[in-house]
């Protein structure tokens, strides 16, 4: 996989765009349309595909049409039994990124040579002390959220090789859907959320010295790039700092309360099995604590991207 951006390309402001809050009809008839589309069940999003190196243009046209409704799938390919490490399983997950146009990986200072990071137990000095990679739960959040702006995570894959013996369960959220159910709430919560200093997230320093800088930035935006809608969300209770004023804590207030268990009907639940994997425009989500049992631990390759999921080319090929 590439490091760079090079298929990424700046478009104009759509000047309808529904989620900016001047566009109150856009917003009504986008809502409308998103709402009826989306999938019920966590069986309309998972998409089979008998060979993950080689997917078909139908498997191709399924998986695209699920995240232009979900902006999420789960694909489910046939585990390689003799693959213990994932070398051949990286080399097929490629050549499938490659065909949603992910080229363009995250450096990130834990991904080995071909951009894939491995999260499972570690005690390497560059995992030593992050949650990822032990046995606890993940609260919600969306990947990359302490990136500064310019340097937004906007599509990840998380692939299943080994799952562990119990637990290791992901609850995922389009962003979308969040951002409607605030919405309608009320929209001066939408508002807050979307000023440039909305979260901040503090200055960190690592244990080889070296300092990620202070993150500030909005909890929803427009993208420069196409026009989506980006989310950048966590909600860790430490090591944090939310914008002072009454309409921020209420939107923050709100979100917590939403993603809270049972809250939101359109949450999907789903423990990956090996071979098994989530590709998505970097949605909400979280992971439960697990336990391997003492046998091999559970790994999951993790790849995430400058640019979103490519469906166009696709979804023409047949129906979803």
Not at 27 to 35: G, P, V
Not at 70 to 85: C, I
Not at 97 to 104: I, P, T
Not at 197 to 224: L, N, Y
């Amino acid at each position: 996989m590439q490091h760079n951006q090079s298929n990424m390309r700046s478009l104009p402001e759509p000047a309808e765009s529904p989620f900016l809050l001047v566009n109150v009809d856009a917003y009504k008839r986008w809502r409308d349309s998103k709402l009826a589309a989306f999938p019920a069940h966590i069986d309309d999003i998972k998409i089979a595909v008998a060979d993950l190196a080689n997917p078909t243009p139908t498997e191709l046209a399924r998986i695209s049409g699920v995240i232009k409704r979900a902006n999420l799938a789960v694909y489910m390919s046939p585990p390689r039994a003799d693959d213990a490490d994932g070398k051949s399983e990286r080399r097929a997950l490629q050549a499938f990124l490659d065909r949603f146009g992910l080229v363009s990986v995250e450096r990130h200072r834990s991904a080995e040579k071909d951009g894939f990071v491995a999260i499972e137990v570690s005690d390497a000095a560059a995992k030593r002390g992050f949650i990822p990679y032990t046995t606890r739960p993940l609260n919600w959040h969306t990947d990359g959220y302490y990136n500064p702006p310019e340097s937004a995570i906007r599509a990840m894959l998380l692939h299943c090789v080994r799952a562990a013996v119990v637990g290791g369960e992901n609850a995922l959220l389009d962003p979308e859907i969040a951002y409607i159910r605030l919405r309608d709430a009320n929209p001066l919560w939408v508002a807050a959320l979307m000023r440039p200093d909305a979260m901040t997230i503090p200055e960190s320093v690592e244990e080889d010295g070296s300092v990620r800088p202070v993150s500030v930035g909005p909890v929803f935006a427009v993208d420069e790039f196409d026009g989506s809608l980006r989310m950048r969300y966590t909600a860790r209770g430490r090591s944090i700092a939310w914008r002072d004023d009454k309409d921020t804590r209420g939107a923050v207030a709100f979100l917590e309360q939403l993603l809270k268990e049972g809250s939101e009907p359109l949450i999907f639940r789903v423990r990956l099995a090996p071979g098994e994997g989530l590709i998505c425009n970097n949605v909400l989500h979280t992971r439960t604590a697990f336990d391997d049992g003492g046998s091999s631990s559970r790994l999951i390759l993790r790849a995430r991207f400058a640019t979103r999921i490519s469906t166009r080319s696709f979804l023409s090929a047949t129906s979803a």
